[in-house]
């Protein structure tokens, strides 16, 4: 397996790296009520303690080569702004979950979309994934756009465990394959 923990990526406006020891106290932050309610394991209150051992976590499994966990930084202010994650299904190592978050002071510019190149090309290439998915709440339509905009199309609702709330909830599934994405950017 890669360590994935030196990867990064750059963008127009955005820099892609691991999350470090250093992004704590922002993601602590970053991660209010309106947030959290959207994300199945990221509770509220989210205190500094708590993002030092997601991060260690996150790392840890970055360096297996489980997960890409990045912190997504504006390149001009070098401040960070969200997180995008890919990880491994463990009982499909073919089979890729994308997360992400963004602030609420960095929401509505298109960052999200800026980054779908960087981050499908790795699972693709860097896990040698066969489809990548991603879901979302019922009610979440801004992850829904996300998602669309990826080119990514809806293939399953089904309950996902929420440990942040301790329950299941309802989600739908959307999905890109290695084929599409090729396809996708062939035809740009």
Do not use: H
């Not at 999350?19 to 106290?25: L, P, S």
């Not at 489809?131 to 309950?159: C, D, H, Y």
């Amino acid at each position: 397996m890669s360590n994935f923990i030196n990867f990064n990526a750059q963008t127009e406006r955005l820099s892609l790296r691991c999350v470090e020891d250093q992004d704590a106290e922002i993601i602590a932050s970053l991660m209010v009520p309106e947030i959290a309610r959207w994300l199945a394991s990221w509770e509220v209150p989210f205190t500094v303690e708590m993002a030092q051992k997601r991060i260690i976590r996150s790392r840890r499994e970055a360096e297996a080569g489980s997960a890409l966990p990045l912190a997504i930084i504006e390149r001009e202010t070098d401040r960070f702004v969200g997180w995008v994650s890919l990880y491994r299904y463990r009982d499909n190592p073919y089979r890729g979950m994308l997360g992400y978050w963004i602030g609420i002071p960095a929401q509505r510019r298109g960052y999200l979309s800026e980054i779908k190149f960087a981050i499908l090309q790795a699972g693709f290439d860097l896990f040698g994934f066969d489809s990548i998915e991603a879901g979302a709440q019922l009610a979440n339509e801004a992850s829904f756009g996300v998602m669309t905009s990826w080119g990514m199309k809806p293939f399953e609702e089904r309950m996902a465990y929420s440990s942040a709330r301790d329950r299941q909830e309802r989600c739908k599934y959307y999905q890109i394959t290695r084929e599409e994405f090729r396809l996708s950017q062939e035809n740009s």
